[in-house]
Nanobody, 116 residues
Framework: QVQLVESGGGLVQAGGSLRLSCAVSGSIFSLSTMAWYRQAPGKQRELVASITSGARTNYADSWKGRFTISRDNAKNTVYLQMNSLKPEDTAVYYC??????????WGQGTQVTVSS
């Protein structure tokens, strides 16, 4: 059974940084595309960044230059480094994995709150 567990969320002041982690078990992590999404209150879930099995990254325009996605295949973990945080970055952040079979799984989410 594939499981994703996010961690690293919390409360931070504007301008600060956080690093989110997502540990994956039960899948061939190194062959999977990983992604971070976010869902702000009253809004739809949206893509923040993704990284392929070959470490090719893609970012939504809103977060280019401030957020960095990376992966450690030895630890079956994907990260999201978030810098220069703004109050509008407040959301629940979710990790998603896309297996080579194109089946997808989601984590439970981690809350990020940025105070002004």
């Amino acid at each position: 059974q594939v499981q994703l567990v996010e961690s690293g969320g919390g409360l931070v002041q504007a301008g600060g940084s956080l690093r989110l982690s997502c540990a994956v078990s039960g899948s061939i992590f190194s062959l999977s595309t990983m992604a971070w999404y976010r869902q702000a209150p009253g809004k739809q879930r949206e893509l923040v960044a993704s990284i392929t099995s070959g470490a090719r990254t893609n970012y939504a325009d809103s977060w280019k230059g401030r957020f960095t996605i990376s992966r450690d295949n030895a630890k079956n973990t994907v990260y999201l480094q978030m810098n220069s945080l703004k109050p509008e970055d407040t959301a629940v952040y979710y990790c998603k994995t896309v297996l080579p079979t194109y089946r997808t799984y989601w984590g439970q989410g981690t809350q990020v709150t940025v105070s002004s």
